[in-house]
């Protein structure tokens, strides 16, 4: 049994291309927000009630979050838990820093907090052009299976990102490290007609590193990025310094 869900809302586009790829290798429960939930995070709802709307069977709106989605589904809804858990088809890319905004990979990134296997999908379709949903479709359920035959690491979710080509154009899959995006300029002031001032946040030039061993990389030249990610955020290598020299410098009294 597999559980789909994303942050663009129970009737998004990839949402559906993902149930059509899905449903001809297994039992799929759909459970997804009432609405678009891009760049929620991974938020959990505590300040208001959460309802649940049957929309056909085995297809469910919740009016939260995708986090909110994957913890009643599994706590609430399902007849029993998962073996797999897919967030997308995203309208765009999750990729570099973007992923700590994402409502698609926080959705994945509950299910590894409950210990279900999970990933999370992304097309990379920008500047207005239409994504190829079917082409992710098929790249998610090759995944799938993969991921169903193999097991992942423990605590570690996937992030796939598609570039946005016809299947068959598509180079292959590069195992890639989250890379580096930064946006200039992305935060914009303007004044409403009564001259009160505001900000909107979004948009921006991108920019980001060019090692090959990226996940931005590997899209751009073609190839379908698959990113391990942990969720244990602990920086090991800093631990290690801050032992060897803030510890031991701190632990040093000045002689009386």
Request: overall charge negative.
């Amino acid at each position: 049994m597999i559980l789909l869900t994303n942050d663009d809302g129970i009737n998004a586009q990839g949402l559906a291309a993902l149930a059509a790829g899905m449903s001809s290798m297994a039992d799929c429960y759909i459970v997804a927000p009432d609405r678009e939930r891009s760049a929620s995070g991974h938020s959990l709802t505590i300040h208001k009630p959460l309802k649940v709307t049957e929309i056909a069977p085995k297809r469910f709106s919740l009016n939260g979050t995708p986090t909110d989605c994957v913890a009643i589904a599994v706590n609430k809804i399902l007849p029993r838990k998962p073996d797999l858990i897919i967030s997308g088809i995203n309208h765009g890319p999750n990729l570099g820093d973007d992923i700590t905004y994402s409502g698609t990979v926080a959705a994945a990134m509950e299910g590894t907090i409950l210990s279900i296997p999970s990933i999370a999908v992304s097309i990379n379709a920008t500047n207005g052009a239409a994504p190829l949903f079917e082409s992710a479709a098929l790249v998610a359920g090759e995944i799938a299976l993969m991921v169903l035959r193999e097991h992942l690491p423990y605590d570690t979710l996937l992030n796939v990102n598609v570039p946005n080509l016809p299947h068959e154009q598509i180079k292959g899959t590069r195992l890639t490290r989250q890379g580096k995006r930064v946006y200039d300029n992305a935060i914009q002031d303007s004044y409403n007609p009564w001259g009160e001032k505001y900000y909107w946040i979004g948009g921006g030039t991108p920019y980001w590193e060019h090692d090959v061993d990226t996940d931005m990389c590997a899209v751009l030249d073609g190839y379908v990025s698959m990113t391990p990610l942990h969720m244990d955020l602990t920086n090991y290598p800093a631990m290690e310094m801050i032992k060897d020299q803030w510890m031991k410098r701190n632990s040093e009294k000045p002689e009386s």
